[in-house]
């Protein structure tokens, strides 16, 4: 059975850190994208960090600077470190694994992604 499950998210004052996980498990990880997204009330859901199998990141241009992916192939575990958290990051947050190789233009785009977890939610106030 393929899962994925977060954990890490909570509430936190503007300003402060989380560190998001995913523990991935049944199925091999490491051959392609993974990445994160969220979902605001209201709002489509936003691709906002991914890493590719070579260990490339790429973000949002609203989390630029402030968050960082990373993963734990060893573990299959994805990680978002994301600091100088704002109002604006409030959202649930799910993780997915693509399991198809993407452009680099489309690996921000959920679409693609075919695993996804159940989300963990993030409240900045």
């Known amino acids: 059975h393929v899962q994925l499950v977060e954990s890490g998210g909570g509430s936190v004052q503007a300003g402060g850190s989380l560190r998001l996980s995913c523990v991935g498990s049944?199925?091999?990880?490491?051959?392609?994208?993974m990445g994160w997204f969220r979902q605001a009330p209201g709002k489509e859901r936003e691709g906002v960090a991914t890493?590719?199998?070579?260990?490339?990141?790429r973000y949002a241009d609203s989390v630029k600077g402030r968050f960082a992916i990373s993963k734990d192939n060893a573990e299959n575990t994805l990680y978002l470190q994301m600091n100088s958290l704002a109002s604006e990051d409030t959202a649930m947050y799910y993780c997915a694994y693509a399991s198809l190789t993407m452009s680099p233009r489309s690996q921000l785009v959920s679409y693609w992604y075919t695993y996804w977890g159940q989300g963990t939610q993030v409240t900045v106030s």
């Open positions: 049944g199925y091999d990880f490491s051959m392609h994208c």
């Open positions: 890493i590719d199998p070579y260990g490339i990141s």
